[in-house]
């Protein structure tokens, strides 16, 4: 967006250089490109033709000799056909640049050359390449061209997305003004003939809302088509646009000028043989055509939206205007059109079609919808004014979508501690004052009692009363809501969302509460505000008791309500409507009555707030955070002193479950295990395979395969899938795999997951190997995570031993096992602390004792007796288990290796043997048999 600084000038009164200005606008937030003059040329001034002769080699070329201003006149070779002497014409000299070239001495057909007389077209100044521009003939000899066109300077601005307002130069000039000086812009005036209608002459259907929320249209009559005064010339070229005649640049002028795009039909074109002309806002056809400004056939789509008359199109909505409309020189009556439209829908439109336009840089970014009622109004005061024209009375306005207003309730000392600066109240009101924002210090009490005496209205909105009417729960939302505080639509649901107060800590603001009368059939639902002017039904069954009336505590014992019915003699009976209105009453009218429910409060502290109004045009700030940005920029970022960040040392909550399953990953990773992951998603067969029931397996809603239509119960059947496909790469192969297991749960709800783990094992060994194995690596991880295995519930874990029938149906060719463990019980199991003991100082002596017991003499019984016999057995170890001859089938011997040491002292042989003796009874106890013929 170019800046030229007189016309940004006109609208303040900020006194910089251009240099002081670009950097105000970098430290406000806006990016500035370039800074720089209108024009792209140097060196150029006016000279004077003395006199023209023919090439002497060439048909086409003269040799001229033209005044600059300097002692001796210039020789340039010139090929124009529109020279004559004693013009006025533009001469670059020597070393000068134009068109991006930089001219030099040149030898022309045996002629030197010293400069160039240049056409418009060279001067970037129009079109016209046909011969060289002529001055006007007063112009003085030798002054500076750009001093003559009244070349200014002009800042670009690289405009951020979210920012449209400054699109337009006010925008750039309220940016400029912030926090430094005065913002004045021009009085909007509309002379209108009372005798016309506006309405009387067109209609407007918007057949797309969604896309076009807002389109405004006005009809400006008897316009006289010439070329516009020089001063708006200047202002187009500054900008970079070419002027063409009063009206199209009065068009432009005002984009520019607002940061809206207009567009001006030729009436004449579009009425209807002196009917009511008709507008229709609608989607193109399928197939359409429609040639635009640029004279292209246009081949448009269903996506597009298109301004139409009741026959044919007459403009791409947003981005260009149709030729059938086109404003000319024998235009005379003007319908000016002043939309929003949907940005998304102009910016794929538009990259669609290949058109890019300054309409389309703007529409894209999203316009405010109160923008078109001022930029529509300016284009026909300065049609009035600069082309004679007489505007209809009034304007046509379709308006589809809610024009919300934002306020906010902005906390100096959370503004302070969010930027790190010390800044007063006074001081952050100033700020947004200056940016165009309304700011004052909120004050509640004095906030209610500007709506003493208004009606009392049942059901009143923001929408449709605003603050002219209403009930008693619309009061208090409505107060509350200018500092963006969302207590609630209705009394039940402002009980719902304050927190509790007694009444002897009444503060002003807090809202008291009775039943009143109410339609008992509502007593369960409220309405929640969304901020933006909309409300959600929302049920609750926590007062169902009913909640009829509030009113808002203003201090020194007095409430403020607006209500239709009071209590009398034991009843709710309805006031007289002249006292149907907002009022003050005692607080005992609320605490006194017997239906008091009692009292909520909604913000700790008021009296630190202040109340802000986002202007219009300020799409963007929509939270407090938006407004600490607005006072940081104006306050100044290079006034924000450096500082660190607040640390504060706390350790991240420890995760249990991942720590368990991270180490129990390692453990297995470490003794030779290696890791697989497999899809959760399973076939019927494979979880039928097992036993299981299908109608516990979680089916998937849309599965990729047939084969993957369930969520797994068990993790067996992926790791013999795994097992099969790797079978023949060693002998003994180890995966393990930590994952969920599904199963149904209630209805409507998401599936039951437990977290496994399964290890599967092939040893060519034999099935007794692979069965050792997976037993070995079962004791391991209890032992390596303290887990008693006698205190384990049953089922647990298991080892499945794969039948020759699962087998074949998974193509295994060796035996295999599968260990397959619950984690989530196994990690409850497991203790939450480690517990450490000192190791003695003194030794230790091991003794091993064997005993012959019957087969199915369990091996943990052996060791909690003997660990039992003596506080000296510090550890007990079966190190062999023999079975065969000489014993019995039904015998085997047990080796157990004690360990025996004191915390106290160097234990002595009496001491020893005594201890071993215990343990031999305790053997013997379990039916043991001590071999070596002790019993």
């Known amino acids: 967006m170019k800046m030229p600084l007189k016309w940004l000038k006109e609208y303040t009164n900020v006194e910089m250089t251009a240099k002081q200005l670009a950097e105000h606008l970098t430290m406000v937030g806006q990016e500035v490109e370039s800074l720089g003059g209108t024009h792209d040329f140097d060196k150029v001034i006016i000279g004077e033709v003395l006199s023209i002769e023919k090439h002497p080699n060439a048909d086409k070329l003269h040799l001229t000799k033209v005044n600059v201003g300097i002692k001796d006149p210039l020789q340039i070779v010139c090929g124009a056909n529109n020279l004559s002497i004693g013009i006025r014409v533009p001469v670059v000299l020597v070393g000068g640049r134009v068109a991006g070239f930089k001219i030099d001495k040149a030898n022309l057909r045996g002629i030197e050359s010293f400069g160039m007389i240049c056409s418009e077209k060279e001067l970037g100044l129009g079109d016209n390449h046909d011969g060289i521009l002529i001055l006007d003939q007063d112009s003085k000899v030798g002054t500076d061209f750009k001093e003559y066109l009244g070349s200014e300077t002009v800042i670009d601005i690289k405009v951020q997305p979210n920012r449209p307002d400054c699109m337009g130069i006010w925008g750039l000039a309220r940016e400029v003004a912030a926090g430094k000086g005065k913002l004045t812009l021009p009085n909007i005036n509309v002379a209108e003939d009372k005798n016309e209608k506006t309405l009387e002459l067109v209609e407007i259907q918007v057949d797309e809302p969604d896309l076009c929320p807002r389109y405004m249209a006005r009809i400006v009559k008897g316009v006289k088509i010439g070329p516009s005064p020089k001063w708006l010339q200047d202002r187009l070229k500054s900008v970079g646009v070419r002027p063409i005649n009063n009206v199209v640049d009065i068009s432009n002028y005002v984009m520019f000028e607002t940061g809206q795009p207009l567009h ?36 448009l789509n ?10 044919n199109p007459v403009a791409v909505a947003g981005v260009m205007g149709g030729k059938n409309t086109e404003v000319n020189d024998a235009t005379k009556n003007i319908l000016i059109e002043a939309a929003v439209f949907d940005k998304t829908n102009i910016r794929k439109t538009s990259k669609s079609l290949n058109l890019r336009s300054e309409a389309v840089s703007r529409f894209e970014k999203g316009l405010p919808l109160t923008l078109p009622e001022i930029s529509i109004d300016r284009a026909a005061q300065l049609l009035s004014e600069l082309a004679g024209g007489k505007a209809t009375k009034g304007t046509i306005d379709v308006l589809s979508k809610w024009i919300w207003i934002q306020h906010l309730g902005l906390s100096v000392a959370k503004t302070n501690k969010f930027l790190g600066i010390d800044t007063k109240n006074q001081e952050c009101i100033d700020i947004l004052r200056s940016l165009e924002f309304e700011a004052d210090k909120f004050d509640i009490v004095n906030e209610a009692k500007k709506h003493l005496g208004k009606p009392y209205l049942y059901g009143a909105n923001y929408k449709q009363n605003r603050a002219e009417a209403f009930d008693c729960s619309y009061l208090t939302d409505y107060i509350y809501s200018l500092i963006n505080v969302q207590i609630g639509h209705t009394s039940l649901g402002q009980l719902h969302h304050g927190w509790e107060v007694k009444t002897s800590d009444l503060r002003a603001g807090d809202i008291l509460f009775y039943k009143g009368h109410i339609d008992k059939s509502v007593t369960n639902e409220y309405h929640k505000n969304d901020g933006k002017g909309n409300h959600t039904k929302v049920l609750t069954n926590k007062y169902p008791e009913g909640v009829g009336h509030n009113g808002l505590y203003i201090g020194d014992g007095k409430v403020i309500h607006a209500a239709a019915y009071e209590y009398k003699e034991g009843k709710w009976q309805e006031k007289a409507k002249s006292d149907q209105k907002v009022e003050i009453v005692p607080v005992e009218y609320f605490t006194k009555n017997p239906e008091f429910i009692g009292v909520r409060r909604y913000v700790e502290n008021l009296d630190n707030l202040i109340a802000v109004t986002v202007p219009w045009w300020r799409e963007d700030v929509k939270n407090n955070a938006d407004l600490y940005e607005e006072i940081a920029r104006v306050w100044g970022y290079n006034n924000i002193p450096s500082t660190l960040p607040e640390m504060r040392d706390i350790l991240p909550r420890e ?40 109608k516990q397996a979680p089916r998937v809603a849309n599965p990729l395969l047939q084969e993957q239509g369930y969520l797994r119960t068990d993790l067996i059947p992926s790791m013999l899938k795994a097992l099969a496909e790797n079978q023949f790469d060693h002998d003994i192969i180890q995966f393990f795999e930590i994952s969920q297991v599904f199963h149904k749960n209630r209805a409507g709800t998401l599936p039951k997951e437990t977290k496994n783990l399964c290890v599967g094992i092939k040893n060519d060994a034999g099935e007794k190997a692979s069965f050792d194995m997976a037993k070995g690596i079962f004791d391991r991880i209890v032992t390596e995570f303290k887990i008693d295995e006698g205190s384990l519930p049953k089922g647990i874990w298991r080892i499945e031993l794969i039948s020759p029938e699962i087998m074949n149906k998974y193509d295994l060719k060796k035996k295999a096992v599968a260990l397959v463990i619950d984690l989530d019980k196994l990690q409850k199991a497991a203790p939450k602390k480690s517990v450490f003991q000192p190791i003695s100082k003194y030794p230790y002596v091991e003794r091993d004792i064997s005993a012959v017991f019957n087969k199915n003499q369990l091996a943990k019984e052996i060791l909690d007796a003997i660990k039992k016999c003596s506080q000296l057995v510090i550890n007990a170890k079966i190190i062999d288990i023999y079975e065969g001859k000489p014993y019995d089938n039904n015998q085997k011997s047990v080796t157990v290796r004690l360990t025996l040491s004191s915390f106290d002292k160097t234990l002595t042989d009496q001491e020893i043997e005594q201890t071993i003796n215990l343990c031999i009874k305790r053997i013997v106890t379990l039916g043991g048999n001590i071999r070596g013929g002790k019993k």
Do not use: H, W
């Open 302 to 311: 269903p996506d597009m939206l298109l301004i139409s008359d009741e026959k």
């Open 655 to 694: 995760n249990l479950d991942y720590k368990f399953v991270n180490k129990l990953r390692q453990l297995l990773a470490s003794i030779g295990l290696t890791e697989i992951f497999t899809y959760p998603f399973v076939s019927k067969k494979d979880i039928e395979t097992f036993g299981e029931d299908i």
């Open 264 to 299: 001006f039909f030729d009436f004449d074109k579009i009425a209807n043989r002196g009917k009511k002309a008709k507008i229709i806002i609608r989607r193109a056809k399928k197939n359409e055509n429609l040639t635009t400004l640029d004279g292209v056939n246009q081949k």
